[in-house]
């Protein structure tokens, strides 16, 4: 069983920071790859930002520049560094692992609750 829990949700004023982690943990063979996905009412889920391989890195335009992920090395936790937050980031983020080929939670669809971020002044 594999479990992700993601922390670090609150909160921020527009420009402030905000740093979340996800936590992986279970039974699984490998992970080569973390990823932040990001929903806000009404909208469809999308990515923000992953790290696959040996530290391979990949953003959406929008947080290009403020957002930073980072991993431990055995792959266990991912980090998202938020900065310069603005009113359009505010959402339910979530992570993702992939194990093998697979993404995890893409293909089983079962996302959890995920942390909110709320920007608001």
């Known amino acids: 069983q594999v479990q992700l829990m993601e922390s670090g949700g609150g909160l921020v004023q527009p420009g402030g920071s905000l740093r979340l982690s996800c936590t992986l943990s279970g039974r699984f063979v490998s992970a080569n790859g973390m990823a932040w996905y990001r929903q806000s009412p009404g909208k469809e889920r999308e990515l923000v930002a992953a790290?696959?391989?040996?530290?391979?890195?990949d953003y959406a335009d929008s947080v290009k520049g403020r957002f930073a992920i980072s991993r431990d090395k055995a792959m266990r936790t991912t980090y998202l560094q938020m900065n310069s937050l603005k009113f359009e980031d505010t959402a339910a983020y979530f992570c993702d692992v992939r194990l093998g080929s697979i993404w995890y939670r893409t293909s089983n669809g079962n996302w959890g609750q995920g942390t909110q971020v709320i920007v608001s002044s």
């Open positions: 790290i696959v391989g040996g530290g391979t890195t």
